[in-house]
């Protein structure tokens, strides 16, 4: 083929030829339809150094796609024989420029793809690397998320995204980070590319249940305005965490990118998948060791931990509370600074069997506390290390000091009990020969008086054997009573009715103690009761404020009615009650009296009385204030 002459509307031929001939590349000018109006020596010799013709080589070409005005291409062209070639095709308005590429410049090109792709390749796995340190150092799942949010915007920069995070189990969202505008209603469910699945090889049936999590053919776009996208989900041991949507707007849509892109956002999903299930693990093992420290801490139960250096580990509230030492006061002390010394000796022999591994039920111990000691009663084990070597002891157990309280009050209660059966007995034998004894010496006492003998010794001696006879009966008057309790009928009584008449009962205490009784009294219904009974408390009552004052003293009587209720005060103006004696003033045989005023069974009988009826005695006392008893006894409807 010979180049013509002249080519219509451009340059003469003699300017064509001299610019090929000072071109060394091989170079055609071609029409929009590739057919070649002129061309150099050097592309006919390219042509023939790959085996064709430049007739083959044009013919090649037809049906080629030209380039947009002012663009270019590289394409490669098949040549009949059966070898390639490299032209680059350059439009500038109605003609095309062809140029062979030779080796050396296709080698350049490719070299300079590859250096770009490892560059990329380089920067990729930078903030990979970057990533995983980021999410290594995140405390929380947010701050996880966050640093995930980084590395992708790094890695994809244009692109909208959205990271979410389930929970494995429930399949229930709990983190979404988005960057752009999500469509409404796109945040759940998850859905899942079937083959995304099969690849990540996750079974369906480790997938949460409940419709939280779909897999599909494809996968839904979330972003308004976006074209196109990739995504990959977040697959560790076997279980899903989440996924990770990756969309383009229409400018960055290319086929290129979608695979380029996927590939990284797969790379990037698995180290994220690692990360987010560390995370979660972390998250439940705080959990429950949180759960677990506030279980022992808040536990019912005294509960102490000491390791193999006799260093007190746990010591929790309950244990807090009965010795008055703070968990900061004793925790990393020596568990022996707790006990006493004189229980070093058990205390050693306990945690040397209890550190060879051995089990001790129901070791009582004494502790110190801030007020003195408690007894509490442990059982005690092990505590093991994950290798399952004894690394300490740990006691839980139980205060018993109030139990022991309650067994000395059991054992008081039984000896009161045969006190009370004693009791009977004895003043059933003493009664008859001291009826005897009082009734001779009264009759002893009325002769002499009959006589005229009134103020002889004789007549004194005989008034001192009566009252000494009669103090001891009415003593074992009082044990029967508290040892059987008159079985008397209740029946309707005035209650005022039977305050006077206990106040006569005591009119010889009153004068001789020289003091007044005042009454008030405020409007009562009838009571059910037994009159003797009851007459018995008052006088009781009344006898204990005569002899509680000085002379000139007052003994107050006020009743009133509160609901449902009919209240008694007795008040004197006496000397009052210590606390700390206010406290026993009702047990059996405690008396404040000096000897031969009183056997302290009187309070007894009476609190015993008032409760037979349904009610309530207390007491109310201030040194130097005087006393007030309070009945109270319910109104029948």
């Not at 807090?320 to 006061?329: A, D, Q, V, W």
């Not at 001790?360 to 442990?378: D, I, M, Q």
Request: proline letters at 4%; hydrophobic letters at 40%; charged letters at 25%.
């Amino acid at each position: 083929m010979t180049s013509d002459s002249r080519v219509p509307g451009g340059p003469s031929a003699e300017a064509f030829r001299a610019f090929f001939e000072a071109v060394e590349l091989p170079a055609a000018l071609c029409d929009l339809g590739l057919r070649p109006r002129a061309l150099n020596a050097a592309f006919s010799r390219f042509c023939f150094e790959h085996g064709a013709t430049v007739e083959q080589m044009m013919e090649s070409l037809v049906g080629a796609r030209v380039p947009e005005e002012g663009a270019s291409c590289v394409m490669e062209v098949a040549l009949p024989p059966g070898g390639v070639v490299v032209v680059e095709l350059v439009r500038r308005g109605e003609w095309v420029s062809l140029v062979g590429r030779r080796e050396s410049e296709l080698m350049r090109g490719q070299l300079v793809v590859v250096e770009q792709a490892l560059l990329e390749q380089a920067r990729t796995e930078g903030v990979l690397l970057d990533l995983g340190r980021s999410v290594a150092e995140a405390g929380s799942e947010e701050e996880l998320v966050a640093a995930v949010a980084r590395g992708v915007k790094e890695l994809f920069p244009g692109r909208t995204f959205c990271i979410r995070i389930i929970d494995a189990r429930t399949g229930g969202l709990t983190s979404l980070y988005a960057e752009g505008r999500l469509k409404e209603g796109s945040r759940e469910p998850l859905v899942l590319k079937r083959s995304a699945v099969e690849k990540m090889h996750l079974a369906l049936e480790s997938i949460p249940a409940g419709g939280r999590v779909v897999v599909g053919a494809r996968v839904p776009l979330l972003f308004e305005g976006s074209t196109g996208g990739v995504s990959a989900p977040l697959v560790a041991s076997g279980q899903l965490y989440g996924a990770i949507n990756l969309e383009y707007p229409a400018t960055l849509k290319e086929e290129g990118d979608l695979l380029q892109d996927e590939r990284v956002l797969v790379q990037l999903a698995n180290q994220v998948a690692v990360a987010v299930k560390n995370a979660k693990l972390i998250d439940e093992l705080t959990f429950v060791r949180k759960y677990l420290e506030e279980l022992l801490e808040k536990a019912n139960a005294l509960i102490l931990v000491a390791n193999r250096d006799k260093k007190v580990v746990v010591f929790n509230q309950a244990i807090s509370r009965l010795t008055g030492f703070s968990k900061e006061e004793v925790l990393g002390k020596d568990v022996f600074t707790l006990v006493p010394e004189d229980e070093h000796l058990r205390l050693v022999s306990l945690m040397g069997a209890v550190l060879r591994g051995e089990a001790v039920p129901n070791f009582e111990l004494r502790l110190r506390t801030r007020t003195g000691e408690a007894r509490a009663s442990f059982a005690t084990s092990s505590t093991l290390t994950s290798q399952g070597e004894v690394e300490g002891v740990m006691a839980i157990g139980q205060d018993v000091t109030v139990v022991a309280q309650l067994e000395q009050r059991v054992i008081q209660a039984e000896k009161l009990a045969s006190m009370g059966q004693l009791a009977a007995s004895v003043a059933h034998e003493i009664n008859n020969p001291m009826t005897a004894v009082v009734a001779y010496a009264e009759s002893l006492l009325q002769r002499a008086m009959m006589v005229g003998s009134s103020g002889s010794s004789d007549t004194d001696k005989l008034k001192k054997i009566l009252e000494s006879g009669q103090r001891i009966l009415r003593f074992t008057k009082d044990l029967t009573s508290y040892a059987r309790p008159a079985k008397d009928k209740p029946e309707r009584v005035q209650l005022h009715t039977v305050l006077d008449r206990a106040v006569g009962y005591c009119e010889h205490v009153v004068t001789q103690s020289k003091v007044k009784v005042e009454r008030d009294y405020g409007e009562l219904p009838l009571l059910s009761a037994v009159p003797a009974n009851l007459e018995q408390v008052f006088v009781n009552l009344i006898t204990n404020a005569c002899h509680a004052m000085e002379p000139g003293g007052k003994v107050s009587l006020r009743t009133r009615q509160e609901g449902r209720e009919a209240v008694v005060c007795v008040k004197d103006t006496g000397s009052g009650i210590s606390q700390e004696n206010l406290s026993r003033i009702f047990e059996p045989f405690y008396t404040t009296k000096t000897e031969g005023k009183g056997t302290g069974l009187g309070l007894s009988i009476v609190q015993r009385i008032v409760e037979k009826h349904g009610g309530k005695l207390s007491v109310e006392s201030e040194l130097g204030q005087g006393t007030t008893f309070t009945v109270r006894l319910p109104i029948p409807d």
